[in-house]
């Protein structure tokens, strides 16, 4: 069994957005990097973007980091959705909750927090 090191980069801010590209595999010992990334650009006030279209894995942990986010400061998830992260979206009813575009431009379009 081989293991997809969880990686994360992140992009130059552009127009007010920050875009976090993920990839690989993702569970708790590969988050906290990431909730330390949405924390930092929360505080400083730019839109955030996280690209999940290469997530080969993710347990609960990722979830749970991505909805912590979201509660500090809206956020967009850029698709495609890769299946099983999508599966455990269902499982958990967590579509609803996080804001999803199917693409990386649509997401970063769609950054504007909503309305209170």
Do not use: C, W
């Not at 924390?39 to 347990?59: L, N, S, W």
């Not at 500090?72 to 499982?91: D, N």
């Amino acid at each position: 069994m081989t293991y997809d090191h969880p990686r994360i980069q992140v992009l130059l801010d552009e127009d007010g957005v920050r875009v976090v590209v993920l990839s690989g595999e993702f569970d708790v010992d590969g988050v906290g990097p990431l909730a330390q990334v949405l924390a930092d650009a929360a505080q400083e006030g730019v839109r955030r973007v996280v690209d999940i279209a290469r997530v080969t894995f993710a347990d609960s942990s990722l979830l749970n980091t991505l909805l912590a986010g979201d509660r500090e400061e809206h956020l967009v998830l850029a698709g495609p959705v890769p299946e099983q992260f999508a599966q455990m979206l269902r499982l958990f009813a967590a579509e609803s909750k996080l804001e999803i575009a199917p693409t990386l431009a649509e997401a970063r379009a769609r950054s504007v927090p909503p309305p209170s």
